[in-house]
Every structure is written in C-alpha cells, then in structure tokens.
C-alpha cells in the first residue's frame, strides 16, 4: 500500500474531521509558543532577510495551521519593531501529503489576513502557497527557506517497516497494531531503523533547502522511557488494539485482518533524536526537550474523536470500516480510555527540537 496516497486527516468541518478534533495538538503548540516565537526572533535578527521563506511541513487541514503562521508573523513584526528594521515579506509554504484537504486552510485566509491586519498597524507582505509532497524527500529549491517548523507530524513515518513482516508477507506483530508488551524484539529493531532511515532523509533534505543560519524546530510525540510498551502514547495504539480486538471477538472483523494491521507511527526517545541529528552532520542542536503533558479535563471521548480524524482513513482503507463500525468502535475505545485516565495519571511526551543549518 502507498501510505502517501492513502493517508490522511479527515478533512471538511464535520464533527469527525481533522479541523474539529485537532484542540489537543493545537494546546501543544500553544504550550510552546514562546519558544516557535523565540526561533523565528532569533533567524529574523541574525539574517535581517527581505523576503523570509519559511515552511510548516505536516499542516493538515485545521484551524491549527494557520495559527502557527500567525504566531510567527507576530513574532518577526514585533521583532522588527523592537529594532527598528522595516518587516520582511513572508514567503509561507503549508506542506502535507497529497490526500491532504488544503480546501480547509484556504477557507480560513480571508479570517488570517483580518486578524494579522487588526493586530498590527504595518501589516507585511503574506504570500502562502500550498506545497503538496511528502517530507521525507526535497519539497522546496536550495537555500530558499530561513525557517522550518512542524508540529505534531514527524511521529509518522514514511511507511509501516518492511522488517515486521516475514518472507511470506505476514506481520510478525500479530498481536499488536505497534510496539507493545507482546511484540518480538525484531518489530522493535524494524520501527527504530525505520524511523531512523527516514528521519536522516527528512535532516538532509530540509539541509539544503534551509539557507546557513537558518532554524528548524520540530515538535513531535516523543518517549521518555526506553522500553516503548510503557510509555505513555503507546497506550492509545494499545487501546485502539484492544478495540479492534473486541470487534473481532463480536465477529465485525476477521482476526487475520486485525494480525495484519500495524501503523506506521514511532515515538523517539532524546538519544535517538539526537543521535541521528550527529550522524547526518549538517544541523546544530540549539535545544532538544522531552516535555510531558496532561490535561486533567480532557475526556476520554475527546482523545477518541481526535484518534479517529487520525486513524479513519488507513482504518477504512485495511478493514473497509463504514461509518457504523467507526461509530462502535469509537464508542469502546472511549470508554477504555476513560477507565484509563480513571486508574491512572497518564502523561504524554512530546519532543520538542531546535536546529540550525550550519
Ligand atoms: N501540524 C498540524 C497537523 C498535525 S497532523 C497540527 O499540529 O495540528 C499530522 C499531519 O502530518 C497530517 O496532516 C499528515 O497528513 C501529515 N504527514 C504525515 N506524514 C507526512 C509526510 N511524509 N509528508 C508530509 N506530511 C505528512
């Protein structure tokens, strides 16, 4: 399966799309802001550019990325100010795989241009353009970026790992959609290679799009323990499993097809991150974080619905899930979630990684 052609946010505004569900990823950033703030500050004063390119690869189709591009316009304009520099015109490039609905974020322009236009008495030149392709490979022209930013999208891989499956095709991780408890020590081995593989072409790439000096900071769901079964956003992928398990045991699905389904999603830890950033040798580590989170008010069906604009799509694409099944099987991972967050404090891990192009 081409994952590039298949996967996808949910788009539109409905009550199950991507653009409605995406308020926990949007807190993340949020969380961050100072810091995204603080990045682009510091390549607008370093450059002093006319014209600054910058890219936000993974944007999907919500609210949240034009709210990153608010924030960094912001920041640079404020910047500005502060040195008495007259603002750069902003070159903005919104980056997602093709299957993305882009339609969604360029509804929402009219309302940026507003909002930037009512904050600032000297508002600066915005030209966004839709870069659709996958980022593990070049996007954009050499040198022609000073910042690159992505939240919450560098967790999902180019593909499931060829190394799970035997000769025969079959997964050797029958008993788990990820990493978990009961998976061999050769899936482990397969998803690290493989997030390894792809995250050095994603640092060469950007390398020689980014011009010296120019910063990246990427933010991604992340591990702190070594061991991935225990670590905290393994156990949405653990409970989504036992899910699709209980649709199994009420004869919704076949177990063949359930052995057969694995995502293709890794959480790094900081050793991996940072290992490959040396090996690939073109980037400074300014910064690297693991930074644990959990919202004491979010619901156990506010986790799901997010999970569902996630999953739906590779879901329906293996299992040709309609809407009933999606609605049922939602409705128990809810509830096990739930029961979860009702038994113990469960925090998720976000990685957060500021680079410069030497
Ligand atoms: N940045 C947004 C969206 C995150 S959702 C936010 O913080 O809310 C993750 C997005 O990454 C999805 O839209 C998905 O399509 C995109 N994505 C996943 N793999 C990708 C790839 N290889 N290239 C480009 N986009 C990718």
């Known amino acids: 399966m081409d994952i590039h052609k298949a996967f996808h946010m949910k788009g539109g505004v409905g009550d199950n799309s991507y653009s409605k569900n995406s308020s926990l990823q949007k807190r993340v950033a949020e969380r961050l802001k100072h810091i995204t703030a603080w990045a682009i500050e510091e390549v607008f004063m370093s450059e002093k550019p006319k014209s600054l390119g910058m890219a936000d690869l993974g944007c999907s189709s919500g609210p949240n990325a034009l709210s990153n591009i608010k924030q960094v316009v912001e920041a640079v304009e404020k910047a500005s100010r502060r040195m008495r520099e007259a603002p750069p015109e902003f070159r903005v490039y919104l980056n997602d795989l093709h299957s993305n609905d882009f339609n969604t974020i360029f509804q929402g322009l009219p309302d940026l241009y507003r909002d930037l236009k009512r904050g600032g008495t000297n508002q600066p030149p ?11 490979g070049r ?5 022609s970026l000073h910042f690159v930013y992505s939240s919450n999208s560098l967790h999902w891989l180019s593909t499931v790992p060829a190394g799970i499956y035997e000769k025969e095709g079959r997964s050797m991780n029958r008993k788990s959609i990820y990493i978990s408890e009961r998976s061999p020590p050769v899936v482990r ?15 060469k790439s950007r390398s020689q799009e980014l011009i010296r000096g120019g910063r ?3 933010i991604l769901l992340g591990r702190t323990l070594s061991d991935h079964a225990h670590c905290a956003n393994s156990f949405l992928w653990e409970l989504l499993y036992q899910s699709l398990a209980h649709l199994v045991a009420q004869g919704e699905i076949e177990e063949e097809k359930l052995e057969s389904y694995d995502v293709h999603f890794y959480a790094p830890s900081k050793a991996e991150l940072e290992d490959e950033v040396r090996k690939e040798g073109s980037f400074k580590t300014e910064m690297v974080e693991m930074v644990e989170m959990r919202d004491e008010d979010v619901s156990g069906s506010a986790v799901a619905k997010a999970v569902r604009s996630i999953q739906e799509s590779m879901l329906a694409h293996h299992f040709g899930f309609g809407e009933p099944i999606f609605d049922k099987l939602f409705h128990h991972y809810a509830l096990l979630i739930d029961r979860e967050f009702a038994q113990r404090h469960v925090k998720s891990t976000t990685a957060l990684l500021l680079l410069t192009k030497l």
């Open 126 to 136: 915005l030209y966004i353009a839709a870069c659709p392709g996958t980022f593990y």
């Open 139 to 143: 996007l954009f022209p050499d040198h």
């Open 189 to 203: 081995k397969a998803y690290l290679e493989q997030f390894q593989h792809d995250f050095s072409l994603f640092l």
């Open 216 to 218: 990246m900071l990427l």
